[in-house]
């Protein structure tokens, strides 16, 4: 049984919420603990989000609460009535995640029946308590960078390598079915990665830099444009002349593709290869034709590749 980090850090921080509650001789101190393990999340602004919301939710149900039971009385039903009210507005106002913890320690006013200002003063230091031990346990974040870096070399490397062998696997429809393999595995793999990296951006307060993110971003537009390609690949069959400029291209860009390269000369070589397609005579058959028409979509698909690149260095 394997234990994270998010869940030894609620183990630690949730007793100290509770000893902390105690020490202050607060009325149901363990709701504090109870707030702690339910604002702990995997990233520091999360956890910070999460935190101011669960204060501000909690300011919404008491004014709330204090209108229903000063008009109603403290009765079960009146309870409803404020859920009634509530709820729909925690929504309103993006306070949802809220709404459970400040609706336990609204039934406070509930069993006490009545709403001193202490009591308030009670509820609001168990929820300070709370979200704040929760904010200090998760201060500490291990610095996930160069496992980042790892996955951007191991997604590099397997494009290049996929790039190479549909070069020489060009007209071989066999062999294209276990590249889209290996594309769909590499896309779970980025889907991963960017997860990773996005959790690494928000550990970071006061950095806005999603760079990571994006970068892998960009990876899972060119697999999905790669994955179409191999579609067309797999129904391919031109005539061995015919593929060889875009053998050539598929086996350039398999050697410059890296994380600096903007891809503007492979653009250019793309450019000059469609131009000198167009050029030539149209075929006379009709799979001839649909050959080259083929041909030309895959070119089309290979220059959106590479402008995906492009664009995000641009953006840089």
């Known amino acids: 049984?394997?234990?994270?980090?998010?869940?030894?850090?609620?183990?630690?921080?949730?007793?100290?919420?509770l000893l902390l509650a105690s020490g202050l001789h607060l009325e149901s101190a363990a709701s504090a603990a109870i707030i702690t393990i339910l604002t702990v999340t995997n990233t520091k602004r999360?956890?910070?989000?999460t935190a101011l919301n669960r204060l501000f939710s909690l300011t919404l149900a008491t004014l709330i609460a204090a209108v229903c039971f000063s008009l109603l009385g403290f009765h079960p039903i009146v309870f409803g009535f404020y859920l009634l009210v509530f709820i729909p507005l925690s929504i309103r106002f993006d306070l949802a995640e809220g709404i459970a913890v400040s609706s336990v320690l609204i039934t406070h006013y509930l069993v006490a029946?009545?709403?001193?200002?202490?009591?308030?003063?009670?509820?609001?230091?168990?929820?300070?308590?709370?979200?704040?031990?929760?904010?200090?346990?998760n201060l500490y974040m291990p610095n996930t960078e160069k496992k980042i870096q790892e996955d951007q070399m191991v997604v590099e490397v397997s494009m290049k390598k996929m790039l190479g062998q549909m070069s020489a696997y060009l007209n071989q429809p066999a062999k294209e079915e276990e590249l889209?393999?290996?594309?769909?595995?590499?896309?779970?793999?980025?889907?991963?990665?960017?997860?990773?990296?996005?959790?690494?951006?928000?550990?970071?307060?006061?950095?806005?830099?999603?760079?990571?993110f994006e970068y892998f971003a960009m990876r899972r537009l060119q697999l999905?444009?790669?994955?179409?390609?191999?579609?067309?690949?797999n129904r391919l069959d031109a005539a061995p002349e015919?593929?060889?400029?875009?053998?050539?291209?598929?086996?350039?860009?398999?050697?410059?593709?890296a994380e600096e390269n903007d891809g503007s000369e492979i653009l250019t070589k793309i450019a000059e290869t469609d131009q000198r397609y167009q050029q030539k005579q149209l075929p006379e058959?009709?799979?001839?034709?649909?050959?080259r028409a083929m041909l030309f979509q895959l070119f089309q698909l290979f220059q959106d590749f590479i402008e995906i690149k492009a664009g995000f260095n641009r953006k840089k």
């Open 1 to 17: 049984m394997k234990i994270g980090l998010r869940t030894i850090k609620t183990a630690v921080a949730a007793p100290i919420a």
């Open 46 to 49: 999360s956890t910070a989000k």
């Open 113 to 137: 029946g009545e709403m001193p200002i202490s009591l308030i003063i009670n509820e609001y230091l168990l929820m300070i308590l709370g979200v704040g031990c929760a904010l200090v346990a």
């Open 180 to 212: 889209r393999h290996e594309c769909l595995t590499l896309r779970d793999f980025v889907r991963e990665a960017q997860v990773r990296a996005q959790e690494f951006e928000e550990n970071r307060f006061f950095s806005g830099n999603s760079y990571y």
């Open 224 to 233: 999905r444009v790669l994955a179409d390609m191999l579609q067309i690949l």
């Open 242 to 257: 015919d593929v060889q400029e875009l053998r050539e291209l598929f086996e350039f860009t398999s050697r410059t593709l």
């Open 285 to 291: 058959s009709r799979q001839a034709f649909e050959e």
